[in-house]
T-cell receptor, first 115, second 117 residues
């Protein structure tokens, strides 16, 4: 089965500094990878996805992620953090089997941007 | 972008009552919708996959008779929590995938906060 791991429960970054939120994956076949963000008491908002093509994926709100096949990683990055980026971030992988087609989420990483 | 709505956004009910949550795709059609449950400070747990015109597929450990799912049309799925108890209190989130772009991401609703007294 497909899975993703987010090794950090929380990441603290000073405003203006670059940020990285880590994600590693385990898949059989070609991975469909996603990043979502959740603000308090809200649903998830899509940030970006990797299906195929360029390893560097650009998404919403200035975020990007790099697909690294050799390291099985899909880290989320942003060159300069904003306080408003503080939220809960989920890495996810699409798990397609003959029985169903669903997205599996990592446990989430809480990002705190310090003013 | 595609919009998914949920209603109600918040519900408080007494133990033993049933609660219905609606999930609608507003500007696209979805043959498949998904229902998740999220506990405080935890990740989303997939409860079931809702298929238009057929029975839902439930994840292991999720009670089918407890969480009734109906996907009556390409834009509406409902989750009914039957005979709710305090342990059912949680944040329920639905999502949907656009039928026209099956390889696309899922679009999520804003969630429903259920509190069972």
């Amino acid at each position: 089965a497909q899975s993703v791991a987010q090794p950090e429960d929380q990441v603290n970054v000073a405003e203006g500094n670059p940020l990285t939120v880590k994600c590693t994956y385990s898949v059989s076949g070609n991975p469909y990878l996603f990043w979502y963000v959740q603000y308090p008491n809200r649903g998830l908002q899509f940030l970006l996805k990797y299906i195929t093509g360029d390893n560097l994926v650009k998404g919403s709100y200035g975020f990007e992620a790099e697909f690294n096949k050799s390291q099985t990683s899909f880290h989320l990055k942003k060159p300069s953090a904003l306080v408003s980026d503080s939220a809960l971030y989920f890495c996810a992988v699409r798990d397609i089997t003959p029985r169903d087609d669903k997205i599996i989420f990592g446990k989430g990483t809480r990002l705190h941007i310090l003013p | 972008g595609a919009v998914v709505s949920q209603h109600p956004s918040r519900v408080i009910c007494k133990s033993g009552t049933s609660v219905k949550i609606e999930c609608r795709s507003l500007d696209f059609q979805a043959t498949t919708m998904f229902w998740y449950r999220q506990f405080p400070k935890q990740s989303l747990m997939l409860m079931a996959t809702s298929n238009e015109g057929s029975k839902a597929t439930y994840e292991q450990g999720v009670e089918k008779d407890k969480f009734l799912i109906n996907h009556a049309s390409l834009t509406l799925s409902t989750l009914t929590v039957t005979s709710a108890h305090p342990e059912d209190s949680s944040f329920y989130i639905c999502s949907a995938r656009d039928i026209l772009t099956p390889s696309s991401e899922q679009f999520f609703g804003p969630g429903t906060r259920l509190t069972v007294l």
